[in-house]
């Protein structure tokens, strides 16, 4: 599984992209993030803001960091959501609080004039009370956004094992291939 994230990677690689991932605090961005860098050299840099964490994997640059509320996230935004290509929104798909809360972070991206594209890991598939990604999916609306000009796509995923997460990195290669 490790190889197969680090070959796509490599692919994903060959040219320089940001990719912000962002979530809840125990959403799953460490292990999901942990996950992409496995086999690799990766060099980090020592924390940009207090909640930001940078890591660059050879030409992805992958800003991480927990949302803490609305307030947080707008200061940030200039900063590093600008000249975003892809967003990584991490959901704990067995937290249905957390889903409330992240509705709002969703709307927020959804409104904001970002030219980036969404991928949504519905992470925590493995957990028997995860909800489905079609649940999330009515949830956080995402069939209303189909007109919409940035791009999303849901993928479930375990960031433990790394299960499917390859099937989201491809969907993220093909959009990088495009543009
Ligand atoms: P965060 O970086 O978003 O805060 P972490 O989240 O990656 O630190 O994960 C939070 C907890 O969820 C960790 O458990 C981690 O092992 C667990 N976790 C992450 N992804 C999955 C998954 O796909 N399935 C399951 N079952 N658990 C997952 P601990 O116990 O270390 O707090």
Redesign the pocket.
């Known amino acids: 599984m490790g190889q197969l994230i680090s070959k796509l990677m490599s692919i994903f690689g060959k040219q320089e992209h940001k990719v912000i991932i962002v ?12 996950q992409f860098l496995t086999n690799e050299v990766v060099h980090t840099c020592p924390t940009v803001r207090s909640n930001v964490e940078k890591t660059v994997l050879q030409k992805t640059h992958f800003f ?1 960091w ?1 949302i803490g509320g609305e307030e947080a996230l707008r200061s940030a935004w200039n900063t590093y959501y600008s000249n975003a290509e892809f967003i990584i929104l ?1 959901i ?1 798909s ?1 937290d249905r609080d957390q889903l409330l809360a992240t509705v709002e972070l969703y709307k927020m991206l959804a409104h904001e004039a970002l030219d980036a594209s969404v991928l949504i890991f519905a ?5 028997k009370d995860s909800m489905t990604t079609m649940e999330i999916s009515q949830f956080l609306t995402l069939s209303a956004m189909k007109d919409h000009p940035w791009h999303w796509h849901i993928q479930g ?5 790394g ?1 499917r997460l390859p099937a989201g990195l491809q969907w993220m290669q093909s959009w990088a291939t495009v543009n």
């Open positions: 979530g809840l605090d125990n959403a799953g961005k460490t292990s999901l993030l942990y991480m927990d991490v704990d067995t992470n925590k598939q493995d957990m995923c375990c960031a433990l094992t299960e």
